[in-house]
DNA sequence: AAAATATTGATATAAAAATATTGAATTGGA
DNA sequence: TCCAATTCAATATTTTTATATCAATATTTT
C-alpha cells in the first residue's frame, strides 16, 4: 500500500485475477490460493503470490487465499471501490465502444460527458450522456469534478486534446490514438496503442505462415 | 528477417516509429535518425537503433535512415503490405469502433464479415458488412478466406468464440474480452485488456491524489 | 499423534529488457 | 586536407522482470 513504485506489470495483471476472484465467487467458492490462480492464467504461481503480496493479500498456508477478501482487497488496491468522473474527447465510434464497457463506468472509471469539435454533435446524446463542444470543457469540469481524461479523437487532434485538458487541470489523460502525445512532467498519461497490439497479430501469423503473398 | 524470435516489445513500438515515419513524409522530410524518433517518442536512441535493426533497417553514419525506405521496411516486416481477412465475433459496439478504424482495415487486417449469436441481427449491416449467424463461421470462412478472428463477445460468450473460431482453423485470435481463453498450443491469441489498462489509470491517479474516499 | 501434503511467503537465481559505452563511418566546414 | 560533429551499430552494463528454491505452517490422512 506504501511502497513506492509498483510495477504496471503488476498492475495489469491485477484485473486478470480479479476477473477470474469474481468468477469463483460466483460459483460460491470460499477460497483460492495463488497456485489456482496462476494454473487458470497460465502464468507461474509465485509470480501471482507476489502480485497478490504486493496488493495486500495475505494467505493461509494449506488454505490459501478467501475469495471475497481478496476482490476486495485488490479493487481497493486498484482504486476500483469509487468511481473517477471521467470526460471523453472526441464523441465517435471509439467513445461510444467505450461507454459500452458499461463496468468499466461503474467501477474504476465513471464517464460523465463527451466533447467533439463537431457543432453538428453539439447537444445530440450518446447512450445518454450529452455531447458539448470542446470550448466547454472549463464548464463540464467544475459540474462533473473531472479527473480523468479520454483522448478518443482521430489522431490528428490527440495533441490539441490533450493541451485541452491540461490547461483545464485535467493531468491524468488515457490516449486512445496513436500518436505519442507531449505533456509536462505533472501529467499522467496511459497509452492504448490498438495498432501496436495488431503489429503482434499479423507478425505473428505471418511468421507462422510463410507463404508468399504476391 | 530470419531472427527466431522477436521480442514483443520492439513489434509494439515498431508502429510507433511508422506514425512518425509518416508524419515526416507528409512534411516531405527525406531524412531521419534514430535519434530523432527516439527524441520523439521520448525513448533511449538505442532503443530505437536496435529496434530499426531488427527490423532490417540500416543507416548511414551521420545521415541516418532514408523515410521512405524506413517506411516500406518496418510495414512489409510487420506485415502491413498486405492484410489478412478478418472476422469479427461479436456484433456489438466494440466492433463498429474497430470496423472505425479504418486504416486498420486496409493496413494488416481487413474485416471482411461479423458474426452474433442474437438472431435479430442477422442479415443486418455493419458500416458495410454483413452481419451473419456464429453458425456459419465455415461458410464466412471459405468464401471470404479468414485467417485471422477478432473476439468482440461478451467476457461470457468469449471461450465459445474461440472455440468456435479453432474449429474453423482459425487459429490467430484477437481476443478484447477480459477472460483468458485456453487454446491448444497451435493457437495464437492476442490479448487487449481493456480493463488492464484502466487499471494503471486508476492506480496511478489515486496514488498521486491520496485523497480519503469515503 | 505422526506423517504426508499443499500452500504461503521470503529469498535466490535466471532471463529479458532497457540503458550506457565505445569505435567506426560519414559529412560539413575550418 | 584536416578537424569537429553526428550518427550508426556492436558490445557491455545495469535494471527490471520472471522463475526457481526452500523453510515455515496449516490441514488432512493414516
Redo the contacts between chains.
Keep these: 500500500m506504501m511502497n513506492d513504485s ?1 510495477s ?1 506489470y503488476t ?6 485475477y480479479l ?1 477470474f476472484l469474481k468468477e469463483l465467487k460466483a460459483a460460491d467458492v470460499e477460497f483460492t490460493s495463488a497456485s489456482e490462480i496462476a494454473r ?3 502464468i507461474y504461481p509465485t509470480q501471482v503470490r507476489k502480485d497478490l503480496t504486493i496488493a495486500g493479500l495475505t494467505g493461509k498456508p494449506r488454505v490459501g487465499h478467501k475469495v471475497d477478501e481478496s476482490i476486495i482487497l485488490i479493487e481497493e ?6 468511481s ?1 468522473n471521467t470526460v471523453v474527447v472526441g464523441a ?3 467513445a ?2 467505450l ?3 458499461h463496468d ?1 463506468n461503474v467501477t ?2 465513471s464517464i460523465k460527458a463527451l466533447t467533439d469539435n463537431d457543432p453538428a454533435k453539439f447537444g445530440t446524446h450518446v447512450k445518454g450522456l450529452k455531447v458539448y463542444s470542446n470550448d466547454d470543457l472549463a464548464k463540464i469540469r467544475d459540474e462533473f469534478d473531472i ?2 481524461g479520454i483522448i478518443a479523437t482521430p ?1 490528428s487532434e490527440a495533441q490539441n486534446a490533450a493541451d485541452m485538458l491540461i490547461e483545464n487541470k485535467i493531468t ?1 489523460l ?1 490516449n486512445f490514438t ?3 502525445i ?1 505533456v509536462p512532467e505533472n501529467v ?1 498519461v ?1 497509452q ?15 511468421k ?2 510463410l507463404i508468399e ?1 504476391k
Design positions: 509498483v504496471l498492475i495489469r495483471r491485477l484485473p486478470l476477473e487458470n492464467l497460465k488496491f486498484l482504486g476500483w471501490d469509487h473517477l465517435g465510434n471509439l461510444r465502444a461507454l459500452r464497457y468499466m474504476g472509471l479527473q480523468v489522431a491524468t488515457w496513436t500518436v505519442r507531449k499522467f496511459e492504448t496503442c490498438l495498432y501496436c497490439n495488431m503489429a503482434v497479430v499479423t507478425y505473428h501469423h505471418n507462422r505462415n503473398y
